[in-house]
């Protein structure tokens, strides 16, 4: 699929991941919407200062939004940490989990750092009464977005499509409130986001290696599997 035929999705992709080299040449393709982080991306991807990779992450991408999690626990902090990374670029977004460790919803500092006018992406979220609930703290006139993990929803064998149709529904009345498509699980995901109406929808890594397959020849690809195979059994040296 080319690079024009991803642009006239309606959804965005957003690059998931903490990987700094591959931000960056991410950067450089235009169907790259955004980008979001989280503390175990950056820990699989050996970051170990947290506002050293910002810093370096920001210098270069300073046109897309970019998420960037608070890692405390306690909603006194999570403010605290949330203007700080605010701080950091117009373009951040502050990625607040939708609870604490304890099951608390965290309200208080969604409608505090909104009221600062800071842009928030509320996390790890998962039913729609979470995302009512959201909904009724964010500002209508400061862009925030909520991220539904949906790929999660799917792992126990729920289908996501109904609850984010409504989850869009949902965050309607809010014009500046997006909806994310998280933790997608196959390629064909990026197609139910965008029939769902969402308007992002994070894609990670291996997913992104998967975008040259969109609209492949069926036939083409059939036989290249065959061709894979009978290379692997001949290699392995296989006989009956």
Not at 4 to 28: E, Q, T
Not at 76 to 83: A, D, F, P, V
Not at 127 to 153: K, M, N, W, Y
Not at 219 to 229: A, K, N
Request: charged share 25%.
């Amino acid at each position: 699929m080319h690079e024009k035929s991803l642009l006239d999705l309606k959804v965005k992709i957003f690059a998931d991941g903490a990987d700094k080299a591959s931000m960056l040449d991410l950067h450089r393709r235009s169907y790259i919407r955004g980008f979001t982080t989280n503390p175990t991306l950056m820990r699989k991807a050996g970051v170990v200062d947290y506002r050293e990779f910002a810093r370096e992450v920001l210098a270069v991408i300073t046109d897309r939004p970019i998420s960037f999690e608070v890692f405390t626990d306690t909603a006194e902090e999570m403010i605290q940490q949330g203007r700080e990374i605010a701080s950091w670029g117009e373009n951040v977004y502050v990625k607040i989990p939708v609870t604490n460790t304890h099951g608390v919803f965290m309200g208080e500092v969604i409608r505090t750092l909104a009221a600062d006018r800071v842009k928030l992406n509320v996390t790890a979220v998962m039913t729609l009464e979470q995302t009512r609930e959201i909904a009724a703290c964010l500002s209508h006139d400061v862009p925030s977005i909520v991220s539904i993990f949906a790929g999660r929803i799917a792992d126990t064998g729920r289908d996501p499509l109904p609850i984010m149709r409504e989850a869009v529904e949902i965050l309607r009345p809010l014009p500046h409130a997006e909806l994310i498509w998280a933790s997608p699980r196959e390629l064909l995901n990026i197609f139910h986001a965008e029939q769902a109406g969402c308007h992002i929808i994070t894609v990670t890594d291996d997913i992104m290696k998967k975008l040259p397959l969109i609209g492949k020849d069926l036939d083409l690809f059939s036989l290249e599997t065959v061709r894979m195979f009978h290379g692997d059994a001949e290699a392995a040296g296989f006989s009956l």
